[in-house]
């Protein structure tokens, strides 16, 4: 326990610390706001509010190109440099800029990242071992920036990050809320557990083998869909009725973690919350003045939107020293057994002195991992929703990049790459996938750097951040109020997003209102009595009672098959279900030429050398090579894009 000292801030560096690090979610909030003005109907442009500044978070000195045309004239108001882009998608920036925005990339999936972990935690008995936390923390960001480095150079060749997916988050917690699987009580009171006991390591070693096993064998299901080309054929049948209640339902689902660890202290969760709303919402478009250099203007001030860009980052930081003034002031219960002793920043300071400043995640770290039927019929619910998302990011990320739009090989490659990054997740024991982060895409929008090295540089970051023991061991240090204050707002966006999957299907249709209010109701309602029935599944199969019995507590698998199978049957236009917008929006109007070949070819001469093989053009994971060079160049930054749809990240 640290010392209560009025003036000695010891716990203090893990909080200015930490304020470098948590922005996160606005950039989940504005870029839905960005993704909700792309998908509307007819290309409609992003809004621009005070004097057309919404969309700019810094000044970048660089050769600009056109974003993409959306078909429509700009607000007259707006100038003309608001639809340019420092960088495109091959252009390399300089190296302290790509550093700079590196760093504000990895920045963006921070808060997905360590929450998934902080969520698992309860789902494996650790809410009392902070040091197995920390490592948990250390190691989904270390294969995170090894399957971000992966997807950018091999896979779909876009300035994508990957991170920990929310998709898998809920079968994962669906699987470990099994009768087997339930932690014993004994590990729910801090004071019997010995995190350094062969039994206490048992308990949660053993539930995570099982999860890794599940994990993999899922991720062999994405790799196959994606190297062989089958992705196509799973968005043909699955439109906005599928995936509105399947996202919506993602975030419903979480409620009850949401709600206990805001309810540790509902008065620090509730100023959590209020803060993020008011910088988020409120002060977003109030510009504050920073000193900033250049060559040209030299030392001068800029105005930067900060509550737009840092809005998260800043309501957690306010909520954390507000938390820590009222522990040195003993204001905060010392006492476990009293209401909001959980608030209180010292409870794991002991963990940031244990861990080690460097350690290196490795394959099977846990042990040899296991395999369950059960759990891996969960898992692929999960793997298939990512995929659906992921084609849609990928679509964003192409347009507010100056890409072209992905061809077909390229989607391919990167819904293969991301099955393979789900499996070094799976290995290497993070209790999670990997999947493209929306946050990221959004971030694009706002800083006008379509390069794809500086996501490179995140990825080596977040690879530097898994080495260092110390950064993850601060991230447990969060008081879990203002997590759950942050999770409140997370979650409902999330929530919200998949709602907005609706606005390209006919909701006047009272086939379609029929179709999503009972496939999120029978979302709700079937896990949640099968949770408080768990005998009521006896088919006299134990496999397959498992099976059911994790598919059937999963509320997007149950929302999102309901909606698939009504969506799919029941009698309707394609106009009506909004099949007609959905695949105007995934449309691939990119033949193949040569600026296609330019952003998704693969690197190193691999696609040249592809090109003296005419067999690998059937390939569907591989460039249609020579076939490029068919078609007149253009320049990149002036080519037309089409839009895009969906997508959440975790």
């Not at 000193?291 to 030299?298: D, F, G, Q």
């Amino acid at each position: 326990m640290l010392r209560s000292s009025p003036l000695c801030l010891h716990s203090f560096p893990s909080v200015s610390f930490f304020s470098s690090l948590l922005l996160f979610c606005f950039f989940k909030f504005s870029f839905f706001e960005l993704k909700l003005s792309l998908q509307t109907e007819g290309d409609m442009t992003v809004e621009k509010e005070n004097n057309g500044l919404d969309n700019y978070a810094f000044a970048l000195e660089g050769r600009f190109c056109d974003l993409p045309d959306s078909g429509e004239d700009l607000d007259s108001s707006i100038d003309e440099d608001n639809n340019k882009l420092a960088y495109c998608v091959t252009d390399v920036p300089p190296w302290y800029l790509c550093i700079l925005l590196g760093t504000q990339h990895c920045l963006t999936a921070f808060g997905g990242i360590i929450a998934i972990p902080l969520i698992l935690s309860q789902g494996l008995c650790l809410q009392h071992d902070g040091l197995t936390q920390s490592h948990l923390i250390s190691t989904i960001f270390f294969v995170s920036g090894i399957c971000t480095l992966l997807q950018v150079t091999f896979g779909i060749r876009l300035p994508i990050l990957q991170g920990g997916t929310f998709t898998l988050l809920a079968p994962s917690m669906a699987m470990l809320s099994m009768p087997e699987w339930t932690c014993p009580a004994w590990t729910q009171n801090a004071s019997l557990v010995n995190t350094s006991s062969v039994e206490f390591i048992e308990v949660w070693q053993s539930r995570m083998r099982a999860l890794q096993g599940s994990i993999i064998v899922g991720s062999l299901f994405q790799v196959f869909v994606g190297f062989s080309g089958l992705i196509g054929l799973f968005v043909r049948f699955i439109g906005p009725l599928t995936i509105a209640p399947t996202i919506s339902l993602i975030g419903l689902s979480l409620f009850d973690s949401a709600g206990s660890s805001a309810g540790n202290h509902w008065g620090i969760s509730s100023m959590t919350t209020a803060l993020i709303i008011l910088f988020s919402q409120y002060l977003r478009h109030i510009s504050v003045p920073f000193p900033t250099y250049n060559k040209h203007k030299k030392l001068h001030t800029s105005r930067i939107y900060l509550f737009q860009i840092l809005p998260v980052l800043l309501g957690i930081t306010f909520s954390w020293l507000i938390c820590y003034i009222l522990t040195t002031c003993n204001v905060l219960p010392a006492d476990p057994d009293h209401y909001g002793y959980l608030a209180r920043t010292d409870l794991k300071g002991n963990v940031i002195e244990q861990a080690p400043w460097l350690t290196f995640p490795y394959p099977g770290q846990w042990g040899i991992p296991t395999v369950s039927l059960a759990g891996v019929v969960g898992i692929l619910a999960g793997v298939i929703s990512s995929m659906i998302e992921s084609v849609g990011d990928y679509h964003a990320c192409a347009r507010l990049s100056g890409a072209p739009p992905p061809p077909k090989h390229a989607i391919n490659r990167g819904i293969g790459i991301e099955g393979l990054g789900c499996l070094l997740a799976g290995a290497w024991g993070t209790g999670n996938g990997t999947t493209s982060y929306s946050e990221n895409v959004g971030a694009l929008g706002i800083t006008k750097v379509g390069s794809r090295v500086v996501i490179v540089a995140s990825g080596v970051l977040m690879i530097v951040m898994g080495v260092l023991g110390k950064v993850g061991a601060i991230f447990t240090t969060i008081p879990s109020p203002v997590m759950g204050g942050m999770f409140m707002v997370m979650f409902g966006v999330i929530c919200a997003a998949g709602v907005s999957n609706l606005q390209y299907t006919d909701m006047n249709s009272s086939r379609n209102i029929f179709i999503f209010g009972f496939s999120m109701f029978s979302g709700l309602v079937i896990p949640n009595w099968i949770l408080k029935n768990p005998k009521a599944i006896a088919t006299g199969v134990v496999e397959l009672d498992q099976m059911l019995q994790v598919l059937l507590t999963t509320s997007m698998f149950v929302g999102g098959f309901f909606g698939f199978i009504l969506d799919n049957t029941v009698p309707g236009t394609k106009q009506e279900r909004g099949i007609l917008a959905w695949n105007k929006a995934h449309e691939d109007d990119c033949s193949n030429t040569l600026e296609s070949g330019e952003v998704y070819s693969l690197p190193f001469g691999i696609s040249a050398y592809f090109s003296t093989f005419s067999w690998l053009r059937y390939i569907p994971f591989c460039p249609p090579g020579l076939q490029n060079s068919l078609e007149p160049k253009q320049p990149l930054e002036n080519l037309q894009t089409s839009q895009f749809n969906i997508g959440i990240g975790p």
